[in-house]
């Protein structure tokens, strides 16, 4: 997929499909969220704000309001985002921290897998990601961050706190 950050563009709907698909299952439109690494184009949010969900952006770059990241949320999306983490661990203990208790962190990148060819792997061709993360890192930071359930698909990873 290419970075087309139009919340428009129905095939970026599609494609974040996954994450407001489990948002609407999980949490009531009553509940806090946090678009971490929203982007230009928060394309999750808009499509969520469709359905009366109220949901603080945070991005270093294009919405960089450091007071939302004072409070606590109910789930926070992090869609295209982990793979530009410079410091993974620390980044997620952040995310960890910023989840109320029973919170869940929806997160989507491609995951490398064993079976997956890395030289011919468009993903690691895009010079932004910096770190790519396996089933076993997931667990890894599953673990070691202090998070009490992984959930991890083809299209969705979800930490639950």
């Known amino acids: 997929m290419e970075h087309n950050n139009d919340v428009s563009d129905p095939r970026?709907?599609?494609?974040?499909?996954?994450?407001?698909?489990?948002?609407?299952?999980?949490?009531a439109n009553t509940s806090s969220g946090l678009d971490y690494g929203c982007g230009t184009g928060?394309?999750?949010?808009?499509?969520?704000?469709?359905?009366?969900?109220?949901?603080?952006?945070?991005?270093?770059?294009?919405e960089n309001h450091p007071a939302v990241l004072e409070e606590t949320y109910d789930f926070i999306i992090c869609c295209e985002v982990m793979e530009h983490f410079h410091r993974p661990f620390d980044e997620f203990k952040r995310l960890?921290?910023?989840l109320n208790p029973g919170g869940k962190l929806y997160c989507k990148t491609s995951v490398f897998y064993d079976s997956v060819d890395f030289n011919r792997w468009y993903y690691k061709n895009d010079l932004t990601h910096v770190f790519f993360y396996s089933e076993e890192s997931l667990e890894w930071i599953r673990r070691n961050v202090g998070f009490e359930n992984l959930e991890n698909t083809p299209k969705l990873i979800v930490f639950e706190k």
């Open 12 to 27: 970026y709907q599609n494609f974040v499909g996954p994450i407001t698909s489990r948002v609407l299952q999980d949490f």
């Open 96 to 98: 960890y921290e910023l």
């Open 42 to 62: 928060p394309v999750a949010t808009t499509e969520l704000q469709k359905h009366s969900y109220k949901i603080n952006l945070y991005d270093p770059y294009f």
